[in-house]
């Protein structure tokens, strides 16, 4: 076994009362920090050693409820399940503890979470369907059909995704990994008959799937390997699949990676902003255009470079094709 | 040391909107005598986008271009942190999936090629550190960067999702920070370092993209930083060409000049400014 070590740590603490404070502010606490503890034991020390009115939500200490959610130098993490050492090494002997959510901090740790409900509300996170009253026999799902689910099941709604994601932090209609995964995990389920109305839902401009950045932090930060980026991927896929995809500049923009393929092996970068925005909403970017032209950073259509043996890629994408738009 | 010797998958941007990219790619990789075997016959990765329309397709167009990295028998090296993610996670699930592979292999089968998963697949600047060595770098550069303030910017694909990135941790990155000491120049720690330039949404959602590209360069800006540095040219076409759009969304200036991490290092181990195709910025880069 090996020995229990301890260290000094400096932590940095957001401290904030939504009914007393105008503005919140970083206390400092130093303490020594044994090689056993978690991020939670810390927590529980402020409040013990240090400052009884100091909040902070906990509740299984298992990693299960998803209540404790925190980030600790901007790294979201389970409270319960961080094991100190780790922090330690990754940041150093200062630290500093935040809620997930500075602008829905209510009382120190604690956030308001109505935004993250309210979104996953939208997405119906519950089976649809059209079930007898008095079946004869339930409803039965095979290892295999269950496996589909891709472990989206899985998720404990502990926001960690929700309030890592720089889409949500910059536009409040967007509703975010867990609620796309969670979306993803009924319209997988082969019980639902959901699907089309989800959909619906998760298609729609600036709230839907379209207006992700692709920046990985919510498969990154999650505790319980969710990958929600990778449901995102799915309710793309079954848009096409089920017919649900919108003819708008972000679906188009998807498809034009495949016309393009097709023609030239490579990306045309220019035809492809064309046909996703359409021959006017093109017009918007004529001025940066002219920006990069002068710049030697534009290639016209008649130099677009192709790839050697174009007929492989011609051909790859004729047999491999799945879906048509 | 052996002679490194890598196959170069260039991705289509460095073809096309930055190639000033391709040009200190190969400017750097002179200097270091590190050997680089173009992929001619790789298609585009579909940058995180084809997938969402067919992701069977995109798997085979990136397992194709795989192919052609195994064929020379060579590790493949990529300059765009968008095509190293692709291929890595198209690598990364047929190497861990056999039916797929073999539903993939069948596709390829017709065009006479063959998926083997031999090839392994990494960044240049993954490359340059982990196999080409910092120290060596430090011997070899002649103008050090020594009055620069460099702000390094990871981008999230180089970074995250961790099991698949080239071993930097996507919270407290290095990588970039110890090229830039290596080469001589002071690195700029800022927030928003390892956060999203908001590229691959710029069509979409284009203010929640510029509200990204204008945070990316205003962290920099407030850390005094001179300029800034990227291994991926997605990020800086957004971060270089978009500083209008970014400005407006932030509600202040916030043009600054971005250098690949080619360009950079090309300048340290005193390459020409004709040779790093620093003429083909949008954000000006005559400070150098
Ligand atoms: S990948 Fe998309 S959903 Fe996930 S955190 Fe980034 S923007 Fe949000
Ligand atoms: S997907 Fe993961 S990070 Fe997001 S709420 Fe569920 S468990 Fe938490
Ligand atoms: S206390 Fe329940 S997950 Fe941490």
Redo the contacts between chains.
């Keep these: 076994m090996t020995s229990i070590t301890t260290q000094t740590i400096t932590f940095k603490v957001f401290r904030f009362n939504t009914e007393t404070d105008y503005l919140p502010a970083y206390k400092e606490y130093r303490m020594e920090v044994t090689s056993e503890e978690v991020v939670l034991d810390i927590l529980n020390r402020i409040k013990w050693e240090f400052d009884g009115s100091f909040s902070y939500r906990r509740s299984c200490r298992h990693g299960i409820c998803g209540a404790c959610a925190v980030k600790v130098n901007g790294k979201g993490v389970l409270a319960c399940k961080e094991r100190m050492n780790d922090i330690i090494e990754l940041f150093g002997n200062e630290l500093t503890i935040e809620p997930v959510s500075i602008k829905r901090a209510v009382k120190d740790m604690i956030v308001d979470k109505a935004d993250f409900w309210q979104k996953h509300d939208a997405v119906k996170p519950y089976l649809i369907s059209d079930i007898d009253e008095h079946p004869k026999q339930e409803s039965l799902v095979t290892p295999e059909q269950a496996e589909a689910l891709l472990e989206a099941d899985l998720c404990i709604q502990c926001g960690l995704c929700h309030y890592s994601c720089p889409a949500i932090e910059e536009n409040d209609d967007f509703f975010g990994p867990a609620a796309f995964a969670a979306a993803y995990r009924f319209n997988a389920d082969v019980r639902d008959e959901g699907t089309l109305e989800r959909l619906d839902v998760v298609n729609q401009m600036g709230a839907g799937v379209w207006d992700c950045v692709k920046c990985f932090e919510c498969a990154e930060v999650c505790p319980k390997e969710v990958n929600p980026i990778e449901k995102i991927t799915k309710l793309h896929n079954q848009a096409f699949e089920f017919g649900r995809a919108p003819n708008n500049v972000a679906v188009r923009h998807a498809v034009g990676f495949a016309h393009s393929i097709k023609k030239h092996g490579l990306l045309d970068e220019g035809e492809l902003v064309r046909y996703s925005e359409g021959n006017l909403g093109v017009l918007k970017h004529v001025p940066v255009a002219i920006k990069m032209y002068k710049k030697g950073k534009i290639v016209l259509p008649w130099n677009m470079p192709k790839s050697d043996k174009l007929d492989e890629i011609k051909k790859l994408v004729k047999i491999s094709s799945t879906v048509k738009f | 040391m052996e002679k490194l010797k890598y196959a170069l998958f260039t991705g ?2 460095a ?5 000033e990219q391709l040009m200190s790619t190969y400017a750097v990789a002179d200097k270091l005598g590190i050997e680089l075997i173009e992929l ?5 990765c ?12 995109s798997l ?2 990136n397992a ?1 271009n795989i192919c052609y990295a195994e064929s020379r028998g060579l590790t493949m090296v990529t300059i765009c942190n968008t095509c190293q993610l692709n291929t890595a996670m198209t690598k990364h699930r047929l190497d861990n999936n056999e039916s797929l592979k073999a539903r993939v292999n069948e ?2 089968a ?2 006479g ?1 063959e998926y083997k998963g031999d090839s392994e697949i990494t960044h240049f600047l993954y490359a340059i550190i982990d196999d080409f060595g910092l120290d060596k770098i430090k011997e070899m550069v002649v103008k050090p960067l020594s009055q620069f303030n460099i702000a390094p910017f990871y981008g ?2 180089n970074i ?3 099991e698949l990135a080239g071993g930097d ?4 990155p290095t990588s970039l920070d110890d090229l830039i000491i290596a080469c001589g120049g002071e690195n700029v720690d800022y ?1 928003e370092k390892n ?2 330039c ?4 710029e ?3 284009p ?3 510029a ?2 590209t204008g945070k990316a360069l205003m962290g920099a800006l407030d850390q005094n930083a001179d300029w800034m540095v990227t291994p991926c040219p997605l990020c800086h076409l957004k971060l270089d ?2 500083y ?1 759009h970014a400005s407006h969304a932030v509600g202040r200036d916030v043009k600054m000049p971005v250098l690949h991490m080619q360009q950079m290092l090309g300048l340290a181990l005193g390459c020409t400014v004709d040779e790093l195709g620093l ?4 954000s000006d880069v005559t400070f150098i």
């Design positions: 289509c941007t073809k096309e909107s930055t190639p001619t016959e790789a298609s585009c579909g940058a995180s986008h084809l997938q969402d329309y067919d992701d069977f397709l085979v167009l194709r596709k390829l017709e065009v090629l999230c694909h995250r999702p961790s941790n996507p919270y407290n927030e956060k999203c908001g590229f691959h949404a069509l979409q959602s203010n929640t993209a509200r990204l060409t978009q209008d003429k083909h910025h949008v």
